[in-house]
């Protein structure tokens, strides 16, 4: 369909090089512009399936795609001229357990925007505070963006990692429960 962002069709994965599939035959569309949640069982495969469609799969030696394609705005990701570096620039991702980097609030909020190159003071200020904005994070700590990210509760370092992900504004946003270690409030805030 016209609105579809992503596309899986008859997607299957293993850990194992083929011997076992973890996901087996997955089709499914995914619309542009929606919040779309999996919903299942601890261990039925919903954070699998997430991590391929950023590739963050590849990182273990034995994984890999067993059958199907995924296609994110029309383009097969697992193509051989798609560099899984590239396509994670446009399919952000926000794991359940906060992973600040050492460096200041924001230096991990413009860590992606310097990486791609800007140097701007100005555009990278305005980008930090925006992203911080979007996280409802700012008025926590716009006195102490200096400040080691380390020192930031848990709750506040996911919304860091949630303010990190929305600054290089990717495409695709995967968040694989996001919210779990939050409060009810800040929940709200994320989800809003």
Same mark, same amino acid.
């Given at each position: 369909?016209?609105?579809?962002?992503?596309?899986?069709?008859?997607?299957?994965?293993?850990? #194992?090089?083929?011997?076992?599939?973890?996901?087996?035959?997955?089709?499914?569309?995914?619309?542009?512009?929606?919040?779309?949640?999996?919903?299942?069982?601890?261990?039925?495969?919903?954070?699998?399936?997430?991590?391929?469609?950023?590739?963050?799969?590849?990182?273990?030696?034995?994984?890999?795609?067993?059958?199907?394609?995924?296609?994110?705005?029309?383009? #097969?990701?697992?193509?051989?001229?798609? #560099?899984?570096?590239?396509?994670?620039?446009?399919?952000?991702?926000?794991?359940?357990?906060?992973?600040?980097?050492?460096?200041?609030?924001?230096?991990?909020?413009?860590?992606?925007?310097?990486?791609?190159?800007?140097?701007?003071?100005?555009?990278? #200020?305005?980008?930090?505070?925006?992203?911080?904005?979007?996280?409802?994070?700012?008025?926590?700590?716009?006195?102490?963006?200096?400040?080691?990210?380390?020192?930031?509760?848990?709750?506040?370092?996911?919304?860091?990692?949630?303010?990190?992900?929305?600054?290089?504004?990717?495409?695709?946003?995967?968040?694989?429960?996001?919210?779990?270690?939050?409060?009810?409030?800040?929940?709200?805030?994320?989800?809003?």
């Amino acid at each position: 369909p016209e609105d579809t962002l992503i596309q899986v069709e008859d997607v299957s994965f293993s850990y #194992d090089m083929g011997k076992s599939n973890t996901l087996r035959d997955i089709s499914l569309d995914i619309p542009e512009k929606k919040v779309t949640a999996f919903i299942g069982p601890s261990g039925c495969g919903k954070s699998t399936l997430l991590r391929c469609f950023n590739r963050m799969n590849d990182t273990i030696p034995t994984a890999k795609i067993t059958g199907g394609s995924i296609k994110i705005m029309g383009a #097969d990701i697992y193509g051989p001229r798609v #560099d899984p570096i590239l396509l994670r620039k446009s399919v952000g991702m926000v794991f359940q357990k906060s992973n600040p980097f050492p460096k200041s609030i924001y230096e991990n909020v413009a860590f992606g925007l310097r990486i791609a190159g800007e140097n701007n003071k100005n555009v990278l #200020d305005q980008a930090v505070e925006e992203s911080l904005h979007g996280a409802a994070l700012w008025d926590e700590v716009k006195d102490r963006l200096k400040e080691s990210a380390l020192g930031l509760s848990g709750g506040q370092q996911q919304r860091l990692c949630i303010a990190r992900t929305i600054a290089v504004k990717p495409s695709v946003i995967l968040m694989d429960e996001p919210c779990s270690a939050l409060d009810p409030i800040a929940t709200a805030v994320i989800e809003e």
